[in-house]
């Protein structure tokens, strides 16, 4: 790639990633603090976002494959049955989180995902880290801990349920599902690896959708209370619209930037742009930090930083090793 090209398609992938996922991240915390109608109803299904997500990138996807022509040696389609488990019932977690804790809380507790993929990349995978990289989970580990000793009122007040020790539970189990996740598709990927981003995103949202479908629609009343609910309220049908299209547009954003400029330029931008997803939701929503919650945000997003420049030296290293 020349340089002049470089030059406008990062600044592009930059603005996609940020427009998409902050805006998001707007909508997600409207939708779990927003009284909807003259009674003030609660939105009811904050767990069934992530099927409605996983439906909507599926569609997204599979119409983007069919314009590209087959490569031989993808992964077949039942490949991502089993992380698609841990990846529906993950995000679900986080989302449900918000009850109980608000969306900052939530956006730092879920950033410490490189902690539980740690321990199952140790576990399951058997790797070694460094101990730059055991100094950044400890940053990490000590901002959240800081963070949750104590939050503002006003920021609790907005909670359909205050209950941070069950929110964080639920954070962390969407953290070590996520780990799981990433662990087993680390194992698609090796296994089969001519397979690419937006296979993976297709395949992957196919067994989510399938398994939301059948939660909803089957095994509970979940689908037809939250059709109800948006037949009743559009405005909140709105909201999960645009929330479903910024993910689909924003994964998509997130593989070309990974495919042009690599992992660690796409976790340096996503790291950076959840720290002003937690600016924009004190800003936007007036959800107010204590002053010990911000060196908090600062511990965490230090430690997530020191750990990006950390990797891009060591693979500049083994590049030129090799």
């Known amino acids: 790639m020349t340089d002049a090209k470089a030059a406008w398609q990062l600044p ?16 997600q915390e409207n939708l779990s603090v927003k009284k909807y109608g003259l009674l003030g109803d609660r939105f009811p299904e904050l767990k069934a976002l992530t099927g409605t997500q996983a ?8 119409l983007l494959l069919l314009f590209q022509s087959k490569k031989k040696g993808q992964a077949p389609f039942t490949a ?15 989302y449900e989180a ?9 956006v730092l507790a879920k950033s410490c995902k490189m902690i539980p993929v740690m321990i199952m990349g140790t576990i399951l995978g058997g790797k070694r880290y460094g101990s730059l990289e055991y100094l950044c989970a400890g940053l990490i580990a000590m901002g959240i801990s800081l963070f949750a000793k104590q939050s503002s009122s006003a920021a609790a007040s907005k909670l359909v349920a205050p209950n941070a020790p069950w929110g964080y539970f639920l954070c962390i ?10 662990a087993e598709q680390d194992e698609v990927q090796k296994r089969y690896r001519a ?5 993976t995103m297709c395949f992957m949202n196919f067994w989510g959708g399938l398994y939301y479908s059948a939660y909803l629609f089957l095994l509970s009343n979940s689908g037809s209370h939250l059709i109800s609910f948006c037949r009743q309220h559009p405005s909140a049908a709105y909201d999960v619209f645009l929330f479903c ?13 990974i495919r042009t400029f690599g992992s660690l330029v796409n976790t340096l931008i996503c790291t950076t742009r959840k720290f002003f997803n937690i600016l924009l ?16 945000v600062v511990l965490v997003f230090s430690g997530l930083l020191l750990n990006t420049i950390y990797k891009s030296r060591k693979t500049k290293l083994v590049k030129k090793l090799n």
Do not use: E
């Not at 918000?98 to 939530?106: M, T």
């Not at 189990?173 to 990433?182: A, E, F, P, S, V």
């Open 12 to 27: 592009v992938c930059v603005a996609g990633i940020y427009a998409s996922y902050l805006t998001q991240g707007l909508l």
């Open 55 to 62: 439906i909507t990138c599926f569609v997204w996807a599979g």
């Open 80 to 94: 991502y049955w089993k992380p698609a488990i841990s990846n529906s019932i993950g995000p679900a977690c986080g």
């Open 281 to 296: 939701s004190v800003l936007w929503h007036g959800s107010p930090l204590l002053p010990q919650q911000w060196v908090a």
């Open 98 to 106: 918000l009850r109980n804790i608000s969306y900052p809380a939530q």
């Open 245 to 257: 299209m910024c993910g689909a547009i924003g994964q998509l954003f997130i593989f070309y930037t």
């Open 173 to 182: 189990t969407n953290l070590l599902l996520d780990g799981y996740t990433n």
């Open 195 to 199: 397979t690419s981003p937006l296979h």
